[in-house]
């Protein structure tokens, strides 16, 4: 469920009824027959509607970024398809997005904040993707995560050569978890052998985007295996410092990237230990740090948030929630993958991904940004932190593999890592 178009985060100077601004959608190419459509949603959740788009009309939605007219945009459709855009039927269509929350503007602002609201005043936050992604009884899902450490996929039955040291954090996908959960375990089984703290530290891809680099949230998260609890001391030290990283609390409403890692986390600790999760969303990418304004947000909040774990005096685990490279035409790319583009990503991504088993977290930033990040490499943020938050003496990729999203194999790589 990665994040595939991105479009500026803020409302547009502009007069947004003359420049209108797209939300940050997703999107992903269907077939009906011979005909090729585009299907649009909100990965925020604010808005619970699908809009199903012909070629020529996501033409149009391409160019909804706030910096172009809608003279602009009929002159430009008449330059592509050759004949003119009747006004009316771009009227339609704006109100239609409007009507659907899919544009800035104040309808959608006065959404985000009766949701900002609603989920503040919420006692916990509650599963989003339980019934959906994962089964919503406690027994079944249990059974469901038991079963992905025996599947074949799954990991080996020999104990681990780590068993019984310190365990200082982890990588696991966030893609769905009846095609990856085997490889959720392989990371999971590490955990459940070694030495395990009591604080967890999670840190997954915000994939609808942030206005920051991080957003965090103090809000208890509930499961189907019960009730998950923040830990407020770390959380309350990190508001009173860095209240901006609380900015985008909303984003965690409807993430999985961290939902996802819950299940696992409860049931590899064990239903009578008790602990508690430090949960953060990250949105930066290796080329925003170049940017020094960027940089220095990240690296305040990395800091910031190091001491309010050292001072705890406790030992903590980074468990992070993260895809790699997103490849096809559901990502930009004008073609579907061929087995050896594919098997050039898995290269690429096994060769970057030996920067993090050194836990070099600026060699790994410089490679994405050498190749100017043509992979798309989604969880770059959330392992960056990992490696800068632990001091670990190994690290190791467990198990590698990808999930073909889309009619076209559009396909999303991740990996299992442990560190100790």
Request: proline content about 6%.
């Amino acid at each position: 469920m990665p994040l595939i178009m991105e479009s500026t985060p803020t409302i547009a100077a502009k007069d947004p009824a003359q420049y209108p601004l797209l939300r940050n959608l997703q999107f992903s190419p269907i077939k009906e027959g011979e005909e090729q459509y585009i299907v649009l949603w909100d990965p925020t959740g604010l808005s619970k509607e699908r809009l199903v788009l012909p070629l020529n009309y996501f033409f149009i939605v391409q160019h909804l970024d706030g910096e172009h007219s809608v003279q602009d945009i009929g002159a430009l459709y008449l330059k592509r398809f050759g004949e003119f855009l009747m006004p009316n039927k771009v009227e339609q269509l704006l109100a239609d997005l409007d009507t659907k929350l899919f544009l800035e503007g104040t309808r959608t602002e006065q959404a985000k904040q009766q949701a900002l609201t609603a989920y503040r005043q919420a006692p916990a936050r509650l599963p989003q993707f339980a019934g959906r992604s994962y089964e919503a009884d406690a027994a079944k899902l249990r059974a469901q995560i038991n079963g992905f450490f025996i599947s074949k996929e799954g990991p080996e039955v020999k104990k681990s050569e780590h068993a019984g040291k310190l365990i200082k954090g982890l990588v696991a996908p966030t893609y769905e978890l009846k095609h990856a959960g085997p490889i959720y375990a392989w990371a999971y089984k590490e955990l459940q052998e070694a030495q395990q703290p009591d604080l967890y530290v999670l840190i997954g891809t915000a994939y609808s985007g942030l206005e920051h680099p991080v957003a965090m949230t103090d809000k208890d998260f509930e499961t189907p295996l019960g009730l998950v609890n923040v830990d407020r001391t770390v959380t309350d030290r990190l508001r009173e410092h860095i209240p901006s990283a609380f900015t985008d609390e909303l984003a965690h409403h409807n993430e999985h990237a961290l939902e996802f890692q819950l299940p696992f986390l409860q049931e590899s600790l064990g239903k009578d230990r008790p602990f508690t999760i430090v949960p953060i969303l990250t949105s930066f990418s290796a080329d925003s740090l170049r940017d020094p304004q960027i940089r220095e947000q990240v690296e305040t909040f990395l800091q910031a948030l190091k001491d309010a774990l050292v001072a705890t005096g406790r030992n903590y685990c980074v468990v992070v929630g993260a895809e790699l490279a997103h490849i096809g035409m559901r990502y930009g790319d004008s073609a579907p993958p061929t087995d050896f583009s594919f098997h050039r990503c898995m290269q690429i991504d096994l060769e970057m991904l030996k920067h993090v088993e050194n836990r070099d977290p600026e060699e790994f930033a410089k490679f994405i940004q050498k190749e100017n990040d043509q992979r798309r490499i989604s969880g770059f943020s959330p392992i960056y932190s990992l490696l800068r938050l632990i001091q670990a003496e190994t690290g190791q990729v467990l198990r590698y593999d990808r999930g073909i999203t889309d009619q076209y194999n559009s396909t999303v790589t991740y990996a299992s890592m442990v560190f100790f």
